[in-house]
């Protein structure tokens, strides 16, 4: 555990990191979006810390500039644990003494593996709270045995499990700051900006880490929305006119509670004057899509929603606990598409109850229904899913390189699928979509090599790991 005095906190250089993912396949580290540590630097900078933050997908950065820094805080998910690790390696090894701290997803299933490579601490589901709390331990150099929500190493190396933070309650999460995108090293490369209004998801789909991570649904008021929006607007100029804005609640209507107030700030979005001049995206159920809902998408500006149609496949979406059925999906969609709003599906290809056959005439039919975009992912065992834990329960072999936890690369072996069979649906039958949509045909060439590429590198590795 390491100490500092309340001068020297108040100086204190405090570095937060998001790497990116090592695998050259993974089509996700093109994208220049950070997700949780601009938040956490604007709680920090509000309570007085000096904070700057590294996305590395938004911009490279020498890694030994971090070594000037007092507290270097890691945000991880699973495929970017790895280069994550590596990293705490080296600083360790080049001699850093400051305190090294990690969060997200992957590190609050798992903390024992950011401890084991030089960690002093994690700090497990929401930050927000605990953060601030750790802090203050070290400030006034106090045990941090009484911190809720952190795994650390005592002085003499052992490990502590603390009980878990209460999670923000709905006021508290209406009242956090909007995320300080401007201490993002590089910060002008940034065209797509993450919003978030609510924490969880109403839902419990097997695969998903959401629920096991933020617990019980909770979202915040129309106020803090509007807010959030102005000073947006308002304050952060450059983002707001450059910036398409993606709002990454999982679920953008949530509950029934939730939709009212959604819709309500729909409704206000055009009235106000913050419709985001390069539009915005969110994710949604397509079981919310009402012709109501899909107008009031439209008229505020909405450009793609982005929609977990996993499966169009009865037995399957119930299979992982999706609670939707065909008929909500088509339904839905024929409302969205009504409204000239364009659509991405997210499906995943390698659900138990699928073949390649049955899979395929599923995303034939999300052609007919006119679909958009079309994403398909290998099912990813991700630490802490129902799924996970269902497989392992069984003695399943699960990789744990991580590297590979993306979607591009076949990890499992569904029941009724070969592995081989699951790659050919996620590369070919993308290919035969794309090939027959005009929009997404543009897309696709656009990446063609990138592609291609990828495909190749992918079937080697299929039957490595
Ligand atoms: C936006 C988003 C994206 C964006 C940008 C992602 C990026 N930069 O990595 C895009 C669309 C590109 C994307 C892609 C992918 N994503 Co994504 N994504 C999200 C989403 C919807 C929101 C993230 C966010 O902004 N959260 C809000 C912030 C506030 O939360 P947070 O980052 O977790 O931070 C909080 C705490 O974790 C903690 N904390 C976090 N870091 C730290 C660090 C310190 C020091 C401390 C003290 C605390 C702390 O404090 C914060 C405040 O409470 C989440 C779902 C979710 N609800 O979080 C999935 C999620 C993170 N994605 C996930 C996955 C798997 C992927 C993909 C692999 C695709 C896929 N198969 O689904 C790719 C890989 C991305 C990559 N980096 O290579 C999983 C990760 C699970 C895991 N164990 O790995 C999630 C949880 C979704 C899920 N359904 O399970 N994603």
């Not at 700030?265 to 913050?274: D, I, V």
Request: proline share 4%.
């Amino acid at each position: 555990m390491k100490t500092a005095s309340r001068e020297d906190i108040y100086q204190m250089k405090i570095a937060l990191v998001e790497m990116s993912s090592r695998d050259r396949l993974n089509i996700y580290a093109l994208i220049k979006m950070g997700r949780g540590i601009p938040l956490l630097a604007a709680i920090l900078k509000q309570l007085g810390y000096s904070v700057e933050c590294f996305v590395e997908t938004v911009q490279k950065f020498d890694w030994l500039e971090l070594l000037s820094y007092d507290l270097i805080g890691f945000s991880i998910i699973s495929c970017t644990a790895n280069p994550t690790y590596v990293m705490i390696k080296e600083l360790r090894k080049a001699g850093y003494k400051g305190t090294i701290l990690v969060g997200g997803p992957h590190a609050t299933v798992l903390p024992d593996e950011s401890l084991e490579v030089g960690a002093d601490a994690v700090v497990r589901h929401e930050g927000d709270k605990t953060f601030p709390a750790l802090l203050k331990a070290i400030e006034q150099n106090i045990s941090w045995e009484n911190v809720p929500g952190i795994t650390w190493k005592t002085k003499t190396n052992i490990r502590q499990h603390n009980p878990d933070q209460e999670l923000l309650t709905s006021d508290e999460l209406s009242a956090l700051p909007l995320p300080a995108f401007e201490t993002i090293r590089g910060h002008q490369k940034i065209h797509q900006l993450p919003l978030m209004f609510s924490r969880g998801c109403p839902y419990d789909c097997v695969f998903c880490a959401v629920r096991n991570f933020f617990g019980p649904y909770r979202f915040t008021t129309i106020q803090s929305r509007m807010l959030q929006l102005k000073t947006l607007r308002d304050n952060y100029t450059w983002f707001w006119e450059n910036c398409t804005i993606f709002f990454a609640d999982d679920n953008f209507f949530g509950t029934h509670e939730s939709q009212l107030i959604a819709n309500e700030m729909l409704r206000r979005m055009p009235l106000e004057n913050l419709i985001p001049p390069k539009g915005w995206v969110c994710q949604m159920r397509v079981a919310d899509a009402s012709l109501e809902t899909a107008q009031l998408l439209k008229n505020a500006g909405c450009i793609v929603v982005c929609l977990g149609i996993e499966s169009t496949d009865a037995i399957a979406l119930k299979s992982i606990h999706k609670g939707q059925t065909p008929e909500d999906i088509s339904n839905g969609l024929s409302k969205l598409h009504s409204q000239g709003i364009d659509t991405l599906a997210m499906t995943i290809a390698g659900i138990d109850t699928d073949t390649f056959w049955s899979f395929f005439r599923g995303i034939r039919k999300l052609r007919e229904w006119g679909i958009t975009y079309l994403q398909i992912l290998a099912m990813v065992p991700l630490p802490g899913t129902k799924l996970t834990n269902q497989l392992l329960a069984k003695g399943v072999n699960i990789s744990r390189n991580y590297d590979y936890y993306n979607g591009m690369h076949v990890l499992l072996k569904p029941a009724k699928m070969s592995k081989f069979s699951v790659w050919l649906a996620v590369y070919l039958v993308t290919i035969w979509f794309y090939f027959f949509t005009t929009h997404g045909l543009m897309l696709f060439m656009k990446r063609f090599k990138y592609y291609l590429k990828m495909m190749f590198v992918m079937f080697r590795q299929t039957y490595k790991i």
